[in-house]
């Protein structure tokens, strides 16, 4: 039993010291491979001439030669400790300091300095054993300090073995790091250091280092220099996570701060280096990243902020057409996230450091399956869990409905108790999301990044999948129940063309009580009408019912001359139920990819998405309203006399002044100087808000009855706005590359030719008459018409018919006309009567 624990402790006195030699060839700008590899042949030396001796002695006893081999025999070789075993386990420091030969070239360190992942003690330790030496050299014995003035006497002199030494010490260690650049300040509490400047980090200091170093990195040592500090940035960011779960405080923070600033972080070959710090960032404690946030709020430059986003972004990028490591990408994408709130809150207060599509990166967007990535975000796997529950509660319904089947009434009120009592026993028992590594999250954890035509992609997944869902649905209840929208796999709504509004609202709010039931495929047939809906039809059956319902002859919004823009009628007289009609429109338009062409304000697609609206939205909105709620505010004079307003709202109706009071007794209190920026605020608040609340909250909830509310939240208002309404950039040059011909035409047929010269010679109104006969629309994907999938096709040879198309599938069918002229004058006529579904 001796002889066994005299062996491991010999075990342990090997590794202790291989460890010792790995690192301190490291320190010396070694590649690891190197230093593994010169660790070994001197270990392997170190061990024959212990071999030599213990012969000489007489003694060949292995367990007596490994216990002659102790840590003191480190004196001969080299430096700290590094746990190359694992990354999780801890490394227990060495009892002595090292101490260099002076062949090495080096001077002496302490034999923890650099332990992974466990951080070693402080520099103080080793400067404080290579005092003297140091004394002689003229340096002082602080950290920041010290190596400034190393490097300073390293540049004169050519010789960088300090400077090696320093840099591995101070840039391995993220607490002698976070320390290495402090303003001294004694007792300095710790909330106070949280509020403090940077964390009273010297700034002018770490420039100048910074600056010193890049000489460094440019000198005779140049390359040695360069892998030293790659060497201990790389051991530095192999902190595992649950050390970082521990920093809380600015003093554990600091590093982060400082790595960020060098501008190294932009070489692509430090790309583990800015993975890794993020990855620690990533794994910090919610605390200790809102006190990082609360430092780039406060204290950073738009410039210096906009830098850390370029480097991110960079990351990101070079990772993803390169090495492809998903966790640092994920990782990157953590920090970009808390940069994200950062600008949000910049921007309530009118300072954003970026435009929110700043946030999308181009290789995210581009190179991502974005089929694979939604199948691992929270979305689906809630959706995937909220299906099997729904499986489980038709299987239930199935097994009662059969003990039913005698008796008449098979949906009673015990029915109904029990399917409530089941659904909240699943909302109770659901499961929580298991714990996610790091690699195997989601961009759809990250919305920011991806641009408005990936959300849509993602939209679109997730509608399929509902599609999908609600139609096999269908199919398993047909034994239970014979209704005709519980056989159908679609949502089926058939309606007249001269009586649209009133059968679509008939419909919609008999199937609007089941949501699922509106999740279901849309098909629409036009009584009397030949034609089968693959998606042609459903666009214009859109088309015709939102340009009546928006129709301000309707009466259901008002119409703005300025901005030809649409807003909710306050005083409108429809029904609460066509609003809801509208919203619903909308709802079933996005969830089924229909573009649509509505004149809303940008307000409508904020209010949906719940961001708050102010006076700016309204002078956008409403702009002659607005510039005299502005002139208001700005005006010098004495307001109550000039203004003489009270806080009441007052408009025409059906030729009668209403007269609203913006608060209780509001009609007896004056508008003046020192109020009135409460009067503005009450103002707009009335107009965008309490005015319209009847209207509004039925089209909100028509539009939310449709749209799964977790995708839709990863949108913007802005990208809302575009994925209803789609691309305004008409190019048609970009049409013309993206087209593919069939049936004998080819790019350089003379009648293609013919029509493109035509098509460009058009008006715009002209184009999206061409637009719409061909797809069914006139409104333009989110990518722009380069992406649209359009078919021309030959139709015979020359003849008088008009050209035709399937708008299902965007496909123009053109007879071979014998001349430009003809081929014009049949085009303009076949655009401006395209309306109406029959066999074209």
Not at 267 to 281: A, H, Q, T
Not at 712 to 739: H, K, P, V, Y
Request: net charge negative; with cysteine.
């Amino acid at each position: 039993m001796e002889r066994q624990q005299q062996s491991g402790e010999a075990d342990e006195h090997l590794r202790e010291l291989f460890r010792t030699t790995y690192a301190h060839f490291l320190s010396q700008g070694l590649s690891p491979n190197d230093a593994v590899a010169r660790a070994l042949v001197a270990m392997q030396q170190l061990s024959t001439e212990k071999a030599d001796d213990g012969a000489g002695r007489g003694t060949t006893d292995g367990v007596s030669l490994r216990d002659d081999v102790a840590m003191e025999d480190a004196s001969r070789l080299h430096e700290p400790d590094v746990n190359l075993e694992t990354e999780t386990e801890d490394v227990v420091p060495a009892g002595s300091p090292a101490v260099l030969p002076t062949s090495v070239g080096e001077l002496p360190l302490s034999t923890n300095s650099v332990a992974v992942p466990v951080p070693p003690r402080s520099l103080t330790h080793a400067t404080c054993k290579d005092g003297e030496e140091l004394t002689a050299m003229g340096l002082t014995c602080s950290t920041g300090t010290q190596l400034e003035q190393a490097l300073t006497l390293a540049t004169d002199m050519g010789d960088y073995r300090v400077v090696k030494r320093l840099v591995y010490e101070i840039f391995s260690d993220p607490e002698v790091l976070s320390a290495a650049f402090v303003e001294e300040k004694a007792g300095v509490e710790e909330d106070e250091e949280a509020r403090a400047p940077w964390w009273r980090v010297d700034w002018t200091q770490m420039t100048r280092v910074f600056a010193l170093l890049n000489v460094a990195m440019t000198g005779s040592d140049q390359e040695a220099v360069q892998n030293t500090f790659r060497n201990a940035l790389e051991m530095l960011v192999t902190q595992p996570w649950n050390v970082c779960s521990t920093w809380h405080t600015p003093r554990a923070l600091r590093f982060f701060l400082v790595l960020f600033e060098h501008p190294l972080m932009f070489d692509p070959s430090y790309l583990n280096v800015v993975g890794g710090l993020c990855r620690l960032f990533f794994y910090l404690p919610e605390d200790a990243k809102a006190l990082v946030r609360v430092q780039w709020t406060t204290f950073y430059s738009a410039d210096r902020l906009h830098r850390l986003l370029d480097i991110l972004q960079q990351a990101i990028t070079v990772c993803l057409y390169g090495s492809r490591k998903m966790d640092l990408v994920y990782a990157a994408c953590g920090v970009l996230a808390q940069l994200q709130i950062v600008n949000r809150e910049r921007a309530d207060n009118g300072e954003p450091f970026a435009t929110y599509d700043e946030f999308y990166n181009e290789a995210v967007n581009s190179e991502v399956d974005i089929v694979d990535d939604y199948s691992r975000s929270v979305i689906f796997w809630k959706k995937r869990h909220s299906a099997a529950h729904a499986a489980r509660r038709l299987e239930r319904r199935e097994l009662r409905h059969r003990g039913q089947q005698n008796e008449e009434d098979t949906e009673t009120e015990r029915d109904r108790e029990e399917q409530e009592r089941e659904q909240e026993e699943e909302r109770q028992n659901a499961e929580p999301m298991p714990e996610r590594m790091l690699s195997e999250m989601s961009f759809c954890d990250f919305p920011f990044v991806l641009d408005a035509a990936s959300k849509s992609k993602v939209l679109q997944i997730d509608s399929d999948l509902e599609q999908r869902a609600r139609a096999q649905d269908a199919v398993y209840t047909r034994s239970i129940s014979l209704t005709e929208s519980a056989l159908s796999p679609y949502l089926v709504l058939k309606v007249r063309r001269e009586n649209i509004v009133e059968d679509a609202m008939r419909q919609l709010v008999r199937l609007s009580s089941s949501a699922e039931t509106l999740k279901k495929s849309l098909k629409v047939k036009f009584v009397g009408e030949e034609g089968i809906d693959e998606g042609g039809v459903q666009k214009e059956f859109f088309q015709i019912l939102i340009r009546q319902l928006l129709d301000p002859s309707y009466g259901m919004f008002t119409y703005d001359e300025e901005t030809r823009m649409l807003w909710f009628n306050s005083d409108s007289l429809e029904a609460t139920m066509e609003f809801e009609l509208i919203g619903t429109l909308l709802g079933l338009a996005i969830y089924n990819a229909v573009i649509l062409d509505v004149n809303f304000p940008h307000i409508v697609y904020k209010k949906v998405m719940g961001c708050t609206l102010g006076l700016e939205d309204l002078e956008l909105a409403m702009p002659d309203l607005g510039r005299g709620l502005r002139q208001l505010l700005n005006f010098q004079g004495d307001v109550e006399e000039v203004f003489q307003r009270s806080f009441e709202f007052s408009h025409e109706v059906f030729g009668e002044v209403k007269t609203v009071e913006l608060k209780p007794g509001g009609s007896l209190i004056p508008v003046t100087s020192d109020n009135r920026d409460e009067y503005v605020a009450l103002y707009v608040d009335y107009v965008l808000n309490r005015s319209v609340c009847r209207q509004y909250a039925a089209f909100h909830h028509g539009f939310h009855q449709v749209c799964n509310h977790e995708v839709l939240s990863m949108f913007r208002w802005e990208e809302l706005q575009l994925l209803i309404c789609g691309n305004s950039d008409l190019d048609f040059e970009a049409l013309e590359e993206a087209t593919h011909y069939e049936d004998g035409f080819a790019a350089n047929s003379r009648l293609i030719r013919d029509f493109w010269i035509v098509v460009h010679a058009l008006p715009l109104e002209d184009k999206k008459k061409l637009l719409r006969f061909a797809t069914g629309s006139d409104r333009v994907p989110i990518r722009g018409l380069s992406t649209l999938v359009f078919v021309i096709s030959r139709n015979g040879p020359d003849s008088d018919r008009l050209p035709t198309a399937h708008t299902c599938y965007n496909h123009l069918l053109l007879p071979e006309y014998s001349s430009r002229e003809k081929l014009k004058d049949r085009l303009l006529i076949a655009i401006s009567e395209a309306e109406g579904f029959g066999l074209r």
